[in-house]
Structure formats: structure tokens, C-alpha cells
């Protein structure tokens, strides 16, 4: 079959329109990455307390070291010293903190899932209960505060549940099985 010319010149408006929709896209994606490459930067830069030099100290101290990030083992001692603090700063961070399951008995209020969110947990919709990383002693305490429990995961085995402990023995509140968010 023969396309008239008109049909040939709107199929080639349309294959136009996609590409430069194409292109929209690919300019967005790289102006994200660009701006999240940014704020690492910053945040690299608060992270190593420079933030309170003045812009020119600033600016020349990242100047200098533009000039040694031509020389592949200065940027291997960097890249090292960078990792050894990164790892050293997740020790310290995670220091004391074990596995926790907290359940509760009924939906909870905004502020107690705000209040489990800013002690590292995040709310398991499969399981029905909140768990994460937490130093024990902050979660019971949460736990108790809004009528829950929460109890130690062994590491060993999964499900083992020998050696949970329950916030619920503190504060008389009955243990469940199932939680709501």
C-alpha cells in the first residue's frame, strides 16, 4: 500500500515529536543526576566540617585539590581514608544496636509510626509488624508507650524466636501477633 505524501509527512511529525520527548527525557535524567551529584558534594563537604570556611578558603582548598586528583595513588589514599571513615562512622552508628521485631495490637496513631520511623524501623506490610535495627531499650520503651511489645530476633535461625524478650512483661499489655500501621 502507498502512503500519500500527507500520511509520510504526519508519521514524520510524529516520529519528531517522540524523539524530542526522547531527548526531554534524557536532558531531565541528567539535570536529576547532576543536581543529586550536587548535594552529595555539599553534604561531603559538611560531613568533613569545612562548611564554616569562607567561600574563598573554600574555594581554594577544593582548587587544591583538584590538582592532586590527577595522581592515581593520591586518589587511592583518599579513596581508602574516604572507606576507612565511612565504615568506622557505620560501626559507631550501629554500635549496640541488634535486630528488633515491635508488634502492636491495633493501628497506631501518626506520631508512634513517626516515632518508630525516627528510631530505624519501618513497618513490614507482609508480616504486619515493624522491625529494623534499633538499640533494644528504645524500642521496648516505644513499644510500651503505645501498648506493643518488642522482642530480640536471634540471628542464628530464622523465625527463632528463643531468647525474645517483650516490653510486654514491663507493662502488663497483652503480646500480639499481628500489627497495623
Not at 541528567?30 to 543536581?35: G, I, N, S, Y
Not at 565511612?86 to 515491635?102: M, N
Not at 508507650?145 to 510486654?168: F, L, N, Q, Y
Request: glycine content about 10%.
Amino acid at each position: 500500500m502507498v502512503r500519500s505524501l500527507a500520511e509520510r509527512m504526519r508519521a514524520h511529525e510524529q516520529q519528531k515529536a517522540r524523539l524530542a520527548e526522547q531527548e526531554a527525557k534524557l536532558k531531565d535524567a541528567e539535570r536529576r543526576a547532576r543536581t543529586r551529584r550536587l548535594i552529595e558534594a555539599g553534604g561531603l563537604i559538611d560531613k568533613a566540617g569545612l562548611l564554616d570556611l569562607d567561600t574563598n578558603a573554600l574555594y581554594g582548598a577544593l582548587l587544591s585539590l583538584r590538582d592532586g586528583a590527577g595522581d592515581k595513588d593520591q586518589v587511592g589514599k583518599w579513596a581508602a581514608l574516604g572507606g576507612r571513615t565511612f565504615a568506622h562512622e557505620a560501626r559507631l552508628r550501629d554500635e549496640g544496636k541488634e535486630p528488633v521485631i515491635v508488634t502492636f495490637p491495633a493501628p497506631l496513631a501518626k506520631e508512634a509510626t513517626n516515632a518508630l520511623r525516627a528510631a530505624g524501623f519501618r513497618f513490614s506490610k507482609i508480616m504486619h509488624h515493624w522491625e529494623g535495627l534499633a538499640l533494644y531499650e528504645a524500642a521496648s520503651q516505644i513499644a510500651a508507650e503505645h501498648g506493643g511489645t518488642a522482642r530480640r530476633i536471634s540471628g542464628d535461625v530464622p523465625g527463632d524466636a528463643s531468647g525474645s524478650t517483650s516490653a510486654a512483661a514491663t507493662t502488663g499489655a497483652e503480646p500480639s501477633a499481628r500489627a497495623a500501621e
